[in-house]
């Protein structure tokens, strides 16, 4: 953890914004479970739980941010509709809440986005635009053109408070837990998760993990300030954001005891494990945790308590397939 | 329901017997969730739950009845070690249940069973002999050659009593269930769950579903006794009993109200939906139930709470990508 803080620093969501958060999201979505798996406890040494956010509403955490951010919205911006830029889950996530609300809702997607994360968007109401070009530059433009209220993916206090309503969860559920190990794509999970949990009991260590062909954050905390990355290059669509967030890499640095990366190949044998052996569709960015856990890239002590968060389950079997192939 | 009573029919099952079996093995094994799946129950018009046996031990229902059996052999019955018959799931569940015993075990497979499923079964410490001829008759042989146990996979009461157990939980968990629909392989499921089921609220509706390639219980019913099949041809392996028990046809005959069938592609088709809408892994076994609501084999009534039974989750990903080219 990096102590250091600048005038220029964005302020940190606190403890109070997350109870906030759940007291406005929590009837519209699940409190999802905690599971146990014996076989992968015996193969790492340790006692490793999941958190089954892929079963979460849309598939994925990413509606516990967009609903808060919703909630807080005045009338007049939700008037004008929602736009928000996304590989899938969050778009589908802010096309399912938008809905809910009755507020329109534009979603930027890369082409070549999985096409069930696609269809899924479209079928919650949502108005898909596929482009080629620089996610955030076209989702920007078309917000001025159109004037419509963004809904940044991660990058925001009230989304990051929203994804830090999994980490009660954890602590709540799983009070003796040792180490907690979440995917980094743009940050807003870590952060959240890492507020809350770190605020409550400081002694709990927060591990992230990136893929190596994606890993914005690792190079923001190397630099100091937030990277954009030119390209992307992974399987873990999920994590594929190309820059860290000025909010998301100040609660890194505050709260997150280490991150570390893993390539595609690892990921993909990560999926192999925990569809086999624990019956749940993990999307490549929900299995990035495992993945790290499996090539010893996270010092553990024996028999601690160790929860990897399941941040996601948006995979088609199309996709399933091509993992295979992964070198 | 067919109420008719010949002095040689074996006796059935009672709920006591099934209350003792729950005695005898629940804190061997897990209580599985319920879950509800609001994508699929508007698709259907139903208020449906899905049964998620899937994360038993092992993948499946299996140990449940193998279990109960175990409990309730001698100990000289237990020193000569046991044996089975199976296309996996039973085979993996003796295999697990014997070792935790100190029990031998011998498990003759069809060769082409699923590689995952030879490779849990010898990793839970069985010997597996793979055999291209009748499995029955395979197993007899060595069942007398070797002067082993055998321990049949569906055909015996103790078995059903303890699948039996599922019927309790549904029962408990979700008592405003109006129907309850459940695969069938050779009847043990069905036969225990009926069974707990009925005797306790006869108003349940409990259907039975089977691969058109394997539908010795249908022939059965019809013919009023037990048929043997010559051959058997589905993917869903585990429902690929070529015969009907004594034991079994007759729990069927007198608590099952309605056996349908349902071809592979409807089950493919199923096991797509649950992957990709529900988040777990069904293998096509535990998929037939939702394949014969998906295609209106069954008469429902708009806001009826059906239950289907996901009977278990052994499924490798390279069979997963072969669900895609069922025609």
Not at 132 to 137: M, S, T
Not at 215 to 243: R, W, Y
Not at 261 to 268: F, G, H, L, M, S
Request: hydrophobic share 45%; charged share 20%; aromatic share 4%.
């Amino acid at each position: 953890m990096n102590e250091a803080h600048h005038p220029q620093d964005p302020p940190l969501v606190d403890r109070q914004a997350i109870l906030n958060a759940r007291q406005h999201i929590a009837t519209a979505l699940h409190r999802t479970p905690i599971a146990s798996s014996a076989f992968l406890s015996d193969r790492l040494g340790v006692r490793l739980s999941l958190k089954l956010e892929l079963f979460q509403k849309t598939g994925s955490f990413k509606p516990r941010g967009v609903l808060n951010k919703l909630m807080h919205l005045s009338a007049d911006e939700r008037r004008k509709g929602v736009i928000s830029l996304s590989a899938g889950n969050h778009a589908q996530a802010v096309s399912w809440a938008a809905s809910r609300f009755g507020v329109a809702s534009t979603l930027v997607m890369p082409q070549g986005s999985l096409q069930s994360k696609i269809d899924a968007t479209r079928g919650y109401g949502g108005e898909v635009i596929l482009t080629a070009e620089n996610l955030l530059d076209t989702c920007l433009m078309i917000q001025r053109e159109r004037d419509l209220t963004l809904i940044h993916p991660f990058d925001d206090p009230l989304v990051i408070a929203g994804q830090g309503t999994v980490g009660l969860e954890i602590i709540e559920d799983l009070p003796a837990v040792d180490v907690v190990v979440v995917g980094i794509g743009g940050g807003g999970l870590i952060s959240g998760i890492a507020t809350a949990i770190k605020t409550l009991n400081p002694y709990v260590k927060i591990i992230g993990v990136e893929p190596t062909g994606a890993c914005a954050m690792s190079q923001s905390l190397e630099g100091g300030s937030p990277v954009h990355l030119n390209k992307v290059n992974t399987i873990a669509d999920g994590l594929a954001a190309p820059f860290a967030g000025h909010h998301t890499l100040r609660h890194v640095q505050k709260y997150v005891d280490q991150v570390v990366t893993v390539d595609d190949r690892e990921i993909a044998e990560a999926v192999k494990l925990i569809i086999e052996r624990c019956k749940v569709i993990a999307e490549p960015a929900a299995a990035a945790g495992l993945a790290a856990l499996l090539t010893d890239k996270i010092d553990l002590i024996p028999e601690q308590s160790i929860l990897c968060v399941l941040s996601g389950g948006n995979l088609d079997i199309a996709r399933l397939e091509s993992l295979k192939t992964v070198r």
